[in-house]
């Protein structure tokens, strides 16, 4: 097998990391909002003061939880705003987030469990509970808490003693080259492998889709929607992209139900693949049908237009997003 590198497109710094960007952007920047959740039935902004204070304070209590820098965190969650919050809290205490796809089986966890040595895992609620007692939990990992039985309050009461100066401290610990997370693999042909990424190749998968033609939708006033796990390299790397260059996400894991988000969010782009985007399509085709023979030839040639449009900017139709 041949490699093959080329130069970094710009140099990784300790100012770029995602923690240290968070802080600096909520003491300057409060109210702008790099995030929404959908709650009570309508989308509630996020600000940036109150990421950055809800991350410290899962970050204090994963600190008084046992969790020191360079320990790993496993977290076990569907997309949802929580996840990032979890997430951006382990790097504030310097330790190594370990995503686990919310589909995987007992003997999955707990592989992933015993290979990173995680303290913590943050997982989602009942059906997550049931692969945890299905699973031998291995002694290392201390301490197991689930979002929807008031897992982040736990947490936040429980780090409520800790001294702010302890996280300063933990992220003072941080650079390019520190490890940000272990990615397993899906383990399709054997047991999952975890690939150790370091906050530096986060990072320059983020600046190099800000650096890029597309990195436009990345800017302040201009929103996506996530839906794909989280626990997937190019969802997380995009919602941080996103997040480094100012832009709003929402997040929603149902994509049974995604067609009235995408209506009601109206996102400036969506990250998805083909077959979600197939099963979009035919949910707005069968509301066209059942509306009646107009609606569905209303449909049927606003398809065609779009389809010739996509022809017309050339091959594929994604134009100049190809271009570096």
Not at 18 to 39: D, G, L, Q, S
Not at 150 to 158: D, I, T
Not at 278 to 289: F, N, P, T
Request: aromatic share 6%.
């Amino acid at each position: 097998m041949r490699d093959v590198s080329v130069p970094a497109g710009r140099p990784v710094t300790r100012a770029d990391l995602v923690p240290v960007v968070a802080r600096e952007r909520a003491a300057e920047f409060p109210r702008t909002i790099p995030f929404e959740h959908f709650h009570d039935g309508a989308w509630r902004p996020v600000t940036m003061g109150e990421v950055v204070r809800r991350v410290d304070e899962i970050a204090s209590g994963l600190v008084a939880s046992g969790v020191l820098p360079g320990d790993r965190v496993a977290l076990m969650a569907a997309t949802r705003l929580e996840w990032v919050l979890v997430d951006m809290a382990v790097w504030t205490a310097g330790a190594i987030s370990v995503p686990v796809y919310p589909s995987s089986s007992a003997a999955q966890l707990q592989w992933i469990l015993e290979d990173s040595a995680a303290r913590v895992l943050v997982a989602e609620g009942d059906e997550h509970a049931a692969v945890v007692a299905a699973a031998e939990v291995p002694a290392t990992c201390e301490t197991v808490v689930y979002l929807d039985d008031g897992g982040l309050e736990y947490l936040e009461e429980r780090g409520h003693d800790v001294d702010p100066q302890v996280l300063d401290d933990a992220i003072a610990t941080l650079g390019p080259d520190t490890p940000a997370s272990i990615v397993y693999t899906s383990g399709t042909t054997g047991l999952p492998k975890g690939c150790v990424l370091t906050h530096a190749n986060l990072l320059a998968e983020c600046h190099g889709l800000l650096d890029h033609p597309i990195g436009t939708v990345g800017r302040s006033g201009n929103k996506t929607l996530m839906f794909l796990p989280l626990a997937h390299v190019l969802a997380r790397s995009v919602t941080y992209t996103m997040f480094l260059g100012g832009a709003t996400t929402g997040f929603w894991a149902d994509t049974s139900t995604l067609l009235p988000r995408l209506a009601d969010f109206r996102p400036h782009m969506i990250l998805g693949v083909p077959r979600v985007f197939e099963k979009v399509r035919d949910g707005i085709a069968a509301q066209a049908r059942a509306k009646g023979r107009i609606q569905q030839e209303i449909f049927g040639r606003a398809e065609q237009v779009a389809i010739d449009a996509s022809v017309a900017r050339g091959g594929d139709g994604l134009g100049d997003a190809r271009e570096p």
